[in-house]
């Protein structure tokens, strides 16, 4: 907790938890239910609880655990444990609510940083792209980078403010948002990089081969990668 009234209260203290349950679930995934005053935050924790390196994964604005591309964060979490990176799959206190979802997406970057973990990438789908580039600029020279699939560029107005390398990835018949979300949102930013994928819509299940390959690849980049700083 804070020393004095004007230090910071950190992400986990801020989410005021009055419980925590867990359970290992199998396949090196760990469940584990934060409870609350303000409801329930779940996360599946995959690899080395003690992992350098951990990538934070959020879904839409209805929430959700699997991502895009029937289940992509999953796999990919697996992917990652063998590599020895973490992987946090966050499920939202309140979905739609964009401040308290960056939040308990920094929450579990303190909550993984308190057990070793140093740098983060974030990963959004849909609403949860504004949640990851927030998130991003939250964690700072934290962040290795961002990964957003089909986001929305509403919530992202302060983008230029993430100092981070960026991967966008959005379908070119996205039936809910529109590619030039991303392409805006790639200009807020200044720099990043933008993948359109033709026949594919929202929910990307049409680039499945496509997103675990180059999702898959981009972030063990980024943290094999020195620290790249935008500002």
Known sequence: MSDTPDDPVPPLDALRVVAVQEKAVGDGVDHVELYTLEGLV??????????????????????????????????????????????????????????????????????????????????????????????????????????????????????DLLTCPLLLMHGETDELLPPVASEMVRMIVGHGELDLLPGTGHLMKEAGAILRSRVGDWIPERFAAPQQDYA
Do not use: K
């Open 42 to 159: 779940t996360l599946l924790w995959h690899g080395p609880r003690d992992a350098h390196d951990v990538v934070l994964m959020s879904g839409g604005a209805m929430g959700g655990l699997l991502g895009p591309a029937e289940g992509l964060y999953h796999d990919l979490g697996v992917a990652f444990s063998a590599l020895g990176i973490g992987t946090i799959r966050v499920g939202y206190r309140r979905p739609n609510d964009l401040d308290r979802c960056v939040m308990d997406v920094v929450a579990a970057a303190d909550i993984a940083g308190r057990v070793g973990a140093r740098r983060f990438v974030t990963v959004g789908h849909s609403f949860g792209g504004a949640v990851a580039i927030n998130a991003g600029i939250a964690l700072g020279r934290h962040a290795a980078g961002v990964v957003t699939l089909a986001t929305q560029s509403a919530g992202c107005e302060h983008a």
